[in-house]
């Protein structure tokens, strides 16, 4: 047999990397290339698939979590990035006896959602809004602007501001 | 739609940090990512290495000190217009971090990455340049300071040299009393400006200006101080008509070619239109 001209590498040249976080309360540690994408390491590694990848450059939102309690793109950040960090995913949003949560329930009542690859990333980001300290603009040109950064090619918007504003009602929040 | 091959570094200091830099020729520096892991996503850009900042100490504070706001390399958007202290010493810049990426991309990104990433229609480029700013890099051969007026080159082209390192903005606080406004035109919330003015204008007690600091970005290169304008409205009491010669002058300014989002002639006619609202907005701020 003859020589093969490129012979296979013994290993990937692709560096690897030990990184460790929790994700909705749990610890995880995975050994992965430098170059992994947090939104692939919560997909591909841990396997929770309700972190959707729509565009994998900043501009959907369809991947939003919360890192350390404030909401980011997980297609913008290296897993590398998150070592340490306490990620929460659309996963952990409704209880454990898969009651849901006020804002989901209010996206379902007010039909806020066709095909729902958005949602959980709309969920994410309004979720952060609600918890952290400040004051809500429940306006219509408020929640919009709470909302510019995800994008749906679904419902047009009107029924995701609807809903956004009964959560408000259901939480009490203002 | 992935990342090419990278070494990466996660240095624990500055000087290992500089070091890791000197080393690699092809490295860039790793902040909050909102502009560089977008770029490597698409691939536009792939550096041979990422040198990682997230474990340097020291970086990810915020210092106010004879008037001016010290922003380390680690401080994100969020954490400065959130910020009070920083609010009341200067609020030009939470009036235009309104404008910057959404709450999820402030919550990473950094403000002295989009001070190096450079964009020429980005708003805190234009923020350091309007209020006499610059930033402290640290290379080999030590520290030195860069005017914002040295700084910023052409798009996304700065006067850091390859080996150095930004560790901290230095964005002055506002002159007591000052008027300020920032206005911007994008199409869509979010989207980096087809234009944005900032303006920072002293009066005296008879409302004569004094000194005024107008600047535009994204329309030309890099981000420019109007300095026909600063002329034009300097001696003036801001009367509607000294408004508007003023912000006539602007036009000359505009050095962006037809693109995608505009003509140079609609630039012309929104540049116009911009500072003659931000000096309107200036006029009204209250000297407090």
């Known amino acids: 047999m003859k020589p093969r001209k490129h012979s296979i590498p013994q290993s990937s040249a692709d560096p690897k990397v030990m990184v460790r976080m929790t994700i909705n309360g749990e610890e995880v540690e995975r050994e992965v290339s430098v170059r992994m994408l947090l939104s692939d390491f919560i997909r591909h590694e841990i396997g929770l698939t309700g972190t959707h990848v729509g565009c994998e450059h900043g501009i959907c939102g369809a991947c939003t979590v919360m890192i350390d309690g404030r909401s980011g793109r997980s297609c913008l950040t290296f897993a590398v990035q998150a070592d340490g960090a306490d990620i929460r995913t659309i996963e952990s949003v409704a209880g454990e006896d898969g009651e849901l949560h006020p804002i989901q329930q209010a996206f379902q009542e007010c ?41 749906c090619r679904c419902t047009g918007y009107a029924n995701i501001v609807k809903a956004v504003r009964q959560a408000a009602e259901l939480t009490g929040r203002t | 739609m992935k990342p090419s091959l990278f070494e990466y570094s996660a240095p624990s200091s500055v000087a290992e940090a500089i070091e890791a830099l000197s080393g690699d020729p092809g490295a860039m520096i790793l902040a909050g990512g909102q502009s560089l892991v977008p770029a490597m996503n698409l691939r536009l850009a792939s550096p041979t290495r990422l040198v990682d900042l997230r474990n340097v100490s020291g970086l990810g504070e915020t210092v106010i000190e004879d008037g001016i ?6 401080v994100r958007h969020r954490d400065i217009e959130l910020n009070d202290a920083v609010h009341q010493a200067n609020p030009l810049i939470r009036e235009a971090m309104k404008y910057v990426a959404h709450v999820p991309i402030r919550n ?20 350091l340049l309007v209020t006499g700013g610059s930033v402290t890099a640290e290379g080999p051969g030590g520290r030195r300071d860069i005017a914002a007026a040295d700084f910023f080159q052409f798009h996304m082209t700065t006067t850091r040299a390859a080996d150095e390192l930004i560790v901290h903005a230095n964005i002055p606080g506002l002159p007591k009393g000052a008027g300020y406004a920032f206005e911007e035109f994008s199409r869509r919330h979010g989207d980096y400006a087809i234009a944005a003015v900032a303006v920072i204008v002293q009066r005296g007690s008879d409302g004569t200006v004094d000194a005024a600091s107008v600047g535009a970005c994204g ?3 890099k981000p420019v101080r109007l300095s026909a304008v600063e002329e ?6 801001m009367s509607a008509d ?33 500072v003659r609202r931000a000096l309107s907005s200036a006029e009204q701020t209250p000297a407090s």
Request: proline fraction near 3%; include cysteine.
């Open chain 2, 232 to 237: 034009a409205i300097t001696g003036t009491k």
């Open chain 2, 242 to 274: 000294d408004i508007k010669t003023a912000a006539q002058s602007s036009q000359d300014y505009v050095s962006a070619p037809d693109d995608m989002h505009a003509t140079t002639a609609y630039r012309r006619h929104l540049l116009v239109n911009l």
């Open chain 2, 69 to 74: 706001i010290r922003v380390g390399a680690m």
């Open chain 1, 111 to 151: 039909h806020a959602l066709q095909c729902g690859y958005c949602t959980p990333g709309m969920i994410m980001n309004v979720l952060s809004h609600f918890e952290a300290e400040e004051d809500l603009d429940l306006t219509d040109t408020g929640i919009r602007e709470l909302l510019s950064g995800n994008l």
């Open chain 2, 219 to 221: 329309v030309g290169s």
């Open chain 2, 108 to 127: 990473r990104g950094t403000v002295v990455g989009s001070l190096c990433h450079a964009d020429a229609a980005a708003e805190m480029p234009l923020v």
